[in-house]
Every structure is written in structure tokens, then in C-alpha cells.
């Protein structure tokens, strides 16, 4: 009898139970379709970091698209040592958020929190503008989780604005096409998402810890009419800027589905 590979996907919003502005459902049963292509994976589901613990101890592969939850100190040291060990995990979209607490500026502008939880994942999310239509750089091709990518390519998604927080980070994909809002220097005191060129700022990376890796993927925003909360998009997405009820963005793009395909063969060995 084969020995099955143990993949953990943890895929929610923030209170427990809602959508945070994203369509869940949908993602959750997107990454479940594409591990289900692989008849050696089981997958375990959860809707935050409760309990990681229990969830993480024979795994080989953590995937988490989330919005809102992150992991507690108790939680990123479970996740650090488990990657020590040789544990792989896939970050996706709002995985580099977390709790966000008011400036008390006018424009009601909230700042997000840094946490251990961002220093285990290598990245912190500070702010994205609207959704847009953004030329993507592959950085490093020769990365398994670039294998098949065009050198550049078009995605429309949420542009974030993620700080890389340490130097051994290889960058795998990034934009130059982000109209950084004047409140993030003011909140932040600079904009620390810029990468060496001081044009770039990386869309996706990988970071080697101990005997595993984490890898950080920002595309990947969709919504549905119940779910949106976008305000606006930008003009690239729409002349009116009115957002449309239905996004999915990068989910229908076969570049999307490679990064995804190739993501979970990194972590899974396959």
C-alpha cells in the first residue's frame, strides 16, 4: 500500500465564519481541485491556525489562503520549528495580513500590526490599491516554482504592497505597475515594499528555513456579488471604475494554474 502525502490547507476569513471580502469558496475548492490531481495527496481543511499543531505533525505541505486570520506567537513557532524540520508552505494572497488597528488619521486610515507570524513567512502586507491590470516579471526562472512561465506576463488582481523582511529571500515574481498611495510613507515612514531597484515590488518569493521553505504568492483576489467589498477598481479593469460582481482574476489564467500546479509539486515532491 502507497503512503499518502499529507497536504493541510487552512482557508477562511476574519471573524470566524465570514468572507472578509473574498469569495472562499470558491478559492478553497480551486486549491482542493488542483491537489486532487495528485491521487497520493489527503488534505486536511481548516478556516484559521487553531490548533496547527495537531494539523501540521505528519504534513508535508501547508497551503493557506486566507484573510484576516494569521498565526499567534504560540502558532508561527509551531509553524517555524515544523518547517525546520522540512515542512514546505505555500502562502497565498492575504496570507501576508493579519490584525490592522486604527491611525486615528481623518481618512480613517488603519496601519497593519508586524507580527511573529510575518517574520516566519518572510513578508508583511502593508496596503493594496485598486484592483488592476499589472505586467508581471518572472525574476527567477530557474526556480521549480516558475518552471513553464512566460518571462513576463499580464495578470488583473490586487496589487499588494508586501515588505520583504529578510536578505536570504529569493524574488520570484514582481511589478513595476503599482500607483503607491501618499498614506503608506505617512503611516509606514517610507514605502519598505520597494525592492533594491526602488521601482519593483515583489509579487511573489521563496525562503529557505532549516530543512524546509516558505513560498509567498500575492495574486489570487476573487470575489463574488456577496462577497465584494471593493470600492473601485482601476480604470484597466474597468472605464467606469465600478467593480464587477464577479472577479476571479488570475484563477482563469493557465499562468496561475502553472504556478499553482508547480507550487504544489514543490511541496509535495511530486
Known sequence: MSTATRVHLVAGGFPPGQ????????????????????????????????????????????????????????????????????????????????KAVRTGRDDGARKWVKTEHHEVLGGFFLTHPPIREMNVTVENATHPLTKGLPNTFKVQDEPYLVEVMHDDTQVLLSTKDIDVPRAVAEIYGDDHSLLEDGESHALGFVR?????????????????????????????????????????GVWETDVYNQILSNAIGWGTGG
Not at 469558496?25 to 489527503?42: S, T
Not at 530543512?211 to 484597466?236: D, R
Request: aromatic share 8%; charged share 20%; hydrophobic share 35%.
Open 19 to 98: 468572507h472578509a471580502g473574498h469569495d472562499m469558496d470558491f478559492a478553497r475548492l480551486r486549491i482542493l481541485e488542483a491537489l486532487q490531481k495528485d491521487p497520493q495527496v489527503h488534505t486536511t481543511v481548516t478556516g484559521d491556525f487553531t490548533d496547527c499543531d495537531k494539523w501540521l505533525g505528519d504534513c508535508q505541505l501547508l497551503i493557506t489562503y486566507v484573510a484576516g486570520p494569521f498565526a499567534d506567537d504560540h502558532q508561527a513557532s509551531v509553524i517555524r520549528e515544523w518547517l525546520n524540520g522540512g515542512g514546505r508552505w505555500l502562502a497565498l494572497h492575504g496570507s501576508s495580513g493579519g
Open 208 to 248: 529557505e528555513i532549516g530543512k524546509g521553505s516558505v513560498a509567498y504568492i500575492a495574486l489570487g483576489h476573487t470575489h463574488s456579488p456577496t462577497t465584494n467589498m471593493q470600492v473601485s477598481v482601476h480604470e484597466s479593469v474597468s472605464k467606469d471604475r465600478v467593480p464587477p460582481l464577479d472577479f476571479r
